[in-house]
């Protein structure tokens, strides 16, 4: 004489499934992300706070007038001074030089083909070149770098404007 195991009236269930709620014959890899993506080929902006995106060597367009800078002007920055949160800038239009804090300027959107540098996130500072747009991201070829390209946010890489000295 045999008594039923409590797993007994699984394996001989009056339903055609074995009680797994997927498709039947297939199972899931473990880990299973259901999104089916790796999130870490994009370049997080959120690693460093936004509002120290000021560095040298980018194209900047003034967003609120101070003394003899309007609004709308462009510049490049020569210099930054963290402490003070203010940016040394030197206008395109006539090559003169005005200090001005962090909140008044916002960096140029580059487009493709243009010169780069990324002002956040772990690549800080490098150099490189826009290769694509999509959406939010751009395709970066960063110089120097063989494994190839880095997908980032645009709001983590400015118009690389070199020094005109």
Not at 11 to 34: C, D, V
Not at 84 to 106: D, K, V, Y
Not at 155 to 163: L, Q
Request: charged residues 20%.
């Amino acid at each position: 004489m045999s008594a039923p195991t409590p797993v007994a009236h699984m394996l001989s269930a009056p339903t055609p499934g074995n009680y797994l709620p997927t498709t039947p014959g297939i199972s899931a890899q473990t880990p299973f992300m259901p999104t089916g993506g790796n999130y870490h080929h994009v370049e997080d902006e959120d690693q460093d706070d936004v509002g120290d995106w000021p560095i040298e060597e980018i194209e900047v367009k003034v967003v609120s007038s101070h003394g003899n800078v309007n609004e709308g002007q462009l510049a490049a920055i020569t210099a930054v001074n963290h402490g003070a949160r203010t940016c040394t800038i030197q206008l395109s239009s006539n090559n003169t030089t005005a200090e001005l804090p962090f909140e008044s300027l916002e960096p140029v959107r580059p487009s493709k083909k243009d010169d780069v540098k990324v002002i956040l996130g772990e690549h800080r500072g490098e150099l490189g070149s826009l290769i694509g747009v999509d959406s939010h991201d751009g395709i970066v070829r960063l110089r120097g770098d063989t494994s190839g390209f880095k997908i980032m946010g645009m709001s983590s890489v400015g118009k690389y404007i070199p020094s005109r000295t």
